[in-house]
């Protein structure tokens, strides 16, 4: 395994307080390590935002966000894309989950 790849995960969102929290938890709890991690948040006007803040200390890697209105998913992806860093990117969207190996075996 090639420990030195910086891997970007982007993770686009909006109003996504019920399920973001397991996508974090997913990412927190990954074998690999050299990871930056950018969520694009559209502006929601649930706690999405709330949360994103609350977890923001709790990644041990890099972690980026930004909230403003966006025109979809794959504006927030782009935006994503052009801030990345990573030799690899990943998208993970904010009602799904990385198994814990996933980042592992996509640099593997």
Do not use: W
């Not at 923001?56 to 966006?70: A, L, M, N, Q």
Request: proline share 4%; net charge negative; aromatic share 12%.
């Amino acid at each position: 395994m090639k420990k030195d790849i910086l891997v970007s995960i982007i993770t686009p969102c909006f109003n996504s307080e019920k399920t973001i929290a397991r996508t974090f938890e997913a990412l927190i709890a990954q074998s690999y390590r050299n990871i930056e991690y950018i969520v694009i948040d559209g502006a929601s006007t649930d706690g999405t935002l709330n949360i994103i803040k609350e977890y923001e200390k709790k990644f041990p890697f890099p972690f980026r966000y930004i909230s403003e209105p966006d025109e979809g998913i794959y504006d927030a992806m782009n935006k994503g894309i052009r801030m990345a860093q990573g030799k690899l990117i990943g998208i993970v969207n904010s009602d799904d989950y990385y198994t814990l190996d996933a980042i592992k075996n996509m640099v593997d």
